[in-house]
């Protein structure tokens, strides 16, 4: 799980990542997150050595607002050229 900033509101208003999807490098991931409404979105991160390996936020996404999980992870691979490799590159 790597969303930890950004996020508002107080304990039990927050969303909560379902999953955190990693490129085969370990290098890229989206994590996959539901909104106390019950709405869908997703954050874009990377992982570069010279950040000693913390994940840093490289696209907020968050604004958009999903009514399903799969909605959201289309929208993911639509916007996300290397998570669609990602996702096509799955066993």
Request: glycine share 8%; proline share 7%.
């Amino acid at each position: 799980m790597v969303m930890n900033s950004g996020q508002q509101g107080e304990s039990g208003s927050r969303p909560t990542v379902l999953t955190s999807l990693e490129d085969a490098d370990g290098f890229r991931c989206v994590d996959i997150f539901v909104r106390p409404d019950g709405t869908f979105g997703f954050k874009e991160f990377r992982r570069d050595p010279e950040d000693a390996g913390r994940w840093t936020l490289t696209g907020d996404y968050s604004h958009h607002i999903f009514p399903t999980k799969d909605d959201v992870l289309r929208a993911a691979v639509s916007i996300l050229p290397w998570f669609a490799k990602s996702i096509k590159d799955r066993p």
